[in-house]
């Protein structure tokens, strides 16, 4: 493995880090206004990678098939939205500022439940950066490496007000040190995720456009079930949208400069 494929599956892990450790830096909970907007700006962050960085290139690598090019992506796509959408009935959770719990019901502490909700959303998070690093290491032009490094970044960007969105709550109740250790670990996953994809990628390569869009599925069900609504919940909607916005253009730009 060499040290580009390593940088690119640590640094969304990082953005997990950094975030988590507000718990040191903030007193109290996180501003509603700044929550908002930072909801938003991972909403755009996550749509702009699953366009630029996940449905373009699987659309341009199925180029060969002339006018059903879009097969793939389609289908990778919604077999995506499938996936979270049972990981999202089965897996019990419970989302920010909602007392009734998702997924099958458990009686698991309120802060693990918490965890497990941002969880559940970096996975497709950290099998995107594999599967992008997969296609880059493959070859054949359409997938550069430094591509897939600017995903990493994107998400890394977005990580940052998750791991402080996850870790802030649990401060009173679990205290500093245990918050910031939960908020680390909602993040773990995604180097894994990214990790067993990187295994799997001698045998995932002839299906790479139906991966790609398949990692976007699933982040656009997160985006669209989770954040979005929590974003536009309440006084400072408008936040979000403008979060959105902010976050779209970041990552839309990163994609395009970097690659």
């Known amino acids: 493995m060499n040290g580009n494929v390593l940088v690119g599956m640590v640094i969304p892990f990082l953005g ?24 938003g700006f991972a909403a755009g962050v996550m749509v702009a990678a699953s366009v630029w960085s ?3 290139p699987a659309m341009d690598m199925s180029e060969p098939m002339g006018k059903l090019a879009f ?9 995506g939205i ?8 089965a897996v019990p959770h419970l989302h920010l500022d909602r007392e009734e719990q998702e997924g099958i019901h458990s009686n698991w502490k ?4 918490l965890m497990l909700a941002v969880t559940i959303h970096n996975i497709p998070e950290g099998a995107s950066v594999g599967i992008v690093l997969a296609g880059a290491m493959a070859g054949g032009g359409r997938i550069t490496m430094a591509a897939a490094v600017a ?7 977005q990580n ?12 009173e109740e679990a205290g500093k040190g245990k918050a910031f ?16 994809t990187l295994l799997l990628a001698g045998s995932i390569t002839p299906y790479i456009p139906y991966t790609l869009a398949f990692a976007a599925g699933a982040m656009i069900y997160v985006v669209v079930e989770e954040l979005i609504p929590e974003s536009a919940e309440g006084v400072h909607s408008n936040m979000g949208t403008i979060g959105f916005a902010v976050g779209f253009t970041v990552m839309m730009v990163l994609d395009v400069a970097l690659a």
């Open 54 to 56: 996940l449905l373009i």
């Open 181 to 196: 250790l939960m908020g680390v670990l909602s993040g773990v996953v995604e180097p894994l995720a990214a990790a067993v």
């Open 82 to 89: 499938l996936f979270l959408l049972v990981l999202d009935r």
């Open 160 to 171: 940052f007000p998750e791991g402080a969105i996850i870790s802030l709550p649990l401060k």
């Open 110 to 113: 309120k802060s693990t439940m």
């Open 16 to 39: 997990t880090v950094l975030g988590a450790a507000c718990v040191f830096l903030l007193r109290g909970e996180m501003n509603r206004f700044v929550q908002k907007a930072m909801l």
């Open 71 to 79: 097969v793939p992506a389609a289908a990778g796509f919604l077999l």
């Open 151 to 157: 995903l990493s970044v994107g998400i890394a960007i």
